[in-house]
């Protein structure tokens, strides 16, 4: 048994989908698990050259993996069909490929109303905040109780622990600044965005074998707080990295990446393995600058940033950079 965990250490927008779509290729995986969030996600895959944008489904139905939306997510039913016919009409096999798990929560069109009328928070108005609060208000809707789901239900006990060996791997949506523990209240999201989010899920701690979290060299945020200093290097970023919302098109605010910020969110995820997305867009700008201390440092190269980075960031376990 054993389970590998891809999470954001960022406020989403990471690349994350690039990570579990190259992992879904090389890892052996028997099951790819959605442990959170709903459609206001969007993972932008390229898969054998032709671009996909999912919402709810992971990414190993690429490569034919039982995909399961767990447990800790919320679904929206109308948007997983559309997304079932996408995928088959981008020539994805998705048959017997795809499930919700029974207790998974569903997004009501009230719900998405509801998000409508959201001014202060800047969500995607996809419903998540409303159906995660029927959910916790004990008053939600399940996946199992859904008419058109039944083909598409799954047990995440019986699935996981009643079939024999199995390696799953554990795909999280967003990111830690989103986190509605650890995220920066209130402009976060409403469910749990770490490590801890894929344990919910029927996942025990003593399978865990890698957590991979995804940062980018620098750094974005969508919503309605006051993220992007004023800087012309940063609408550059935003030009040359295509920082535009993947599910709302709105433009993403950028600013330095925050190394303070993404150290307690390696430590608090028990992240091991590091990847830093988009070195490409940085060496466009050519400008190497992150936060430490609340300060701005500067560095001349990209290797200088990367080593700096690399020290900064030991794993407190294996005791060694955990940054690859
Ligand atoms: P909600 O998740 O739609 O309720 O939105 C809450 C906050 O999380 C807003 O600032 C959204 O822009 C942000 N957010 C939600 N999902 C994503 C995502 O997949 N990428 C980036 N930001 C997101
Ligand atoms: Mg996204």
């Not at 995928?87 to 096999?93: C, E, M, P, Q, V």
């Not at 979290?213 to 295509?242: C, D, S």
């Not at 535009?244 to 910020?261: E, H, K």
């Amino acid at each position: 048994m054993q389970a590998d965990i891809v999470v954001g250490v960022q406020a989403g927008d990471e690349a994350k989908g690039k990570v579990t779509h190259h992992l879904c290729r090389e890892g052996n995986y028997t099951h790819v698990l959605r442990f959170n969030g709903g459609c206001n996600a969007g993972h932008t895959i390229y898969h054998e050259g032709k671009k996909f944008v999912t919402h709810h489904i992971p990414a190993g139905v690429f490569y034919g993996i039982k995909s399961i939306i767990g447990s800790g997510c919320v679904v929206n039913v109308k948007q997983f069909f559309k997304e079932l016919k996408e995928l088959k009409k981008g020539g994805i096999d998705v048959d017997g490929k795809v499930f919700i798990a029974r207790n998974t929560h569903i997004i009501t069109d009230e719900h998405l109303e509801q998000d409508g009328r959201d001014r202060s928070i800047g969500t995607t108005k996809r419903g998540n905040g409303p159906a995660y609060s029927d959910k916790y208000g004990r008053s939600g809707q399940l996946a199992k109780d859904h008419p058109d789901l039944g083909p598409y239900l799954i047990d995440l006990y019986e699935e996981l622990h009643e079939n024999g060996s199995v390696r799953v791997l554990c795909e999280g949506a967003q990111g830690f600044e989103l986190d509605i523990d650890w995220g920066d209240y209130p402009y976060v999201t409403s469910s749990h965005c770490t490590a801890a989010g894929a344990l919910l899920n029927a996942i025990p701690h003593s399978w865990i074998r890698n957590v991979w979290g995804v940062a980018k060299i620098y750094e974005t945020y969508v919503g309605a707080k006051q993220f992007e200093p004023n800087n012309p290097a940063f609408p550059l970023l935003r030009k040359y990295g295509e920082e535009y919302g993947a599910t709302t098109g709105r433009p993403r605010q950028c600013n330095w990446l925050n190394l303070d910020r993404l150290t307690k969110a390696v430590n608090i995820n028990g992240v091991n393995r590091l990847v830093i997305n988009k070195m490409d867009v940085m060496r466009q700008l050519d400008q190497w600058t992150l936060i430490k201390g609340g300060e701005e440092k500067h560095f001349k190269s990209e290797s200088e940033i990367k080593s700096y980075m690399a020290k900064q960031l030991t794993d407190p376990l294996e005791r060694r950079p955990v940054l690859i």
